[in-house]
């Protein structure tokens, strides 16, 4: 019986694709892609507070997170560009001996904000260094249009696709005509080349910049049937 399912399953989705396309057709693939800078960062921080009481720990935090807050704004940040997120005050548990004991509490609260001039990456992350107990917990490259990129690729990789039946028919002596199927399949993105982690921290280049965004590749594929005839 589990072998004559999985035979159904393989079998099915060819007898569907036969009956639904039972004119002459063509079936292509159709791939582009588009290197881009990335034009903005998004940082991540993580501030945590630790204390022996309950009202010594939310107090501290407040502050911390509310000094953070305060120096985002005086950069020039809008508040739309700023999220806190996953707030919590908790009992400070560690293991010692096989054990766990607690020793206080703690406080977290997760910052992330975004800026568009790369520039200013050095000066970020000299003035959060300063802050206690703060963490930055990664700095990563992104693109503030992606999805516009995104449509302008899919609909380069039917253009493609159109290409390829002309061609392939063509060397048949046949005629392309309408579509029957036009149909995305997933593409992932690939990273920029050059990663955050190889960014400058002492002293910056000659031109002035001290990171390199590199450019990230944006891909799209889709999968095409158009009918065909003969001449």
């Avoid at 694709?17 to 039972?22: I, L, P, S, V």
């Avoid at 990664?138 to 380069?156: G, H, M, P, Y």
Wanted: proline share 3%.
């Amino acid at each position: 019986m589990k072998y004559f399912i999985q035979l159904l399953l393989i079998l099915f989705p060819l007898s569907f694709c036969q009956a639904e396309f039972d004119a002459p057709h063509v079936v292509v693939f159709g791939t582009a892609e588009k290197e881009v800078a990335p034009d903005e960062l998004h940082w991540n921080l993580a501030i945590k507070t630790m204390g022996g009481t309950v009202t010594e720990v939310s107090r501290k935090h407040s502050d911390d997170v509310l000094s953070v807050l305060s120096y985002l704004k005086s950069s020039g940040l809008s508040a739309d560009n700023v999220k806190t997120s996953r707030m919590q005050l908790n009992e400070n548990i560690v293991r010692r001996n096989n054990s766990r004991i607690k020793e206080g509490y703690f406080a977290f609260t997760n910052i992330s904000f975004k800026i568009t001039e790369l520039n200013d990456y050095l000066s970020y992350w000299k003035q959060l260094a300063d802050f206690d107990n703060l963490t930055i917990n990664s700095v990563t490259f992104a693109l503030s249009n992606r999805i516009a990129i995104q449509d302008e690729t899919r609909v380069a990789a039917v253009k493609k696709a159109r290409e390829k039946a002309l061609s392939l028919a063509g060397a048949l002596g046949a005629q392309v005509l309408e579509p029957l199927l036009i149909e995305e399949i997933d593409s992932f993105s690939r990273a920029p080349r050059n990663a955050v982690l190889s960014m400058e921290m002492a002293g910056a280049r000659a031109n002035g910049k001290t990171i390199s965004p590199g450019t990230e590749t944006v891909r799209a594929k889709v999968k095409t049937v158009f009918r065909i005839s003969g001449k």
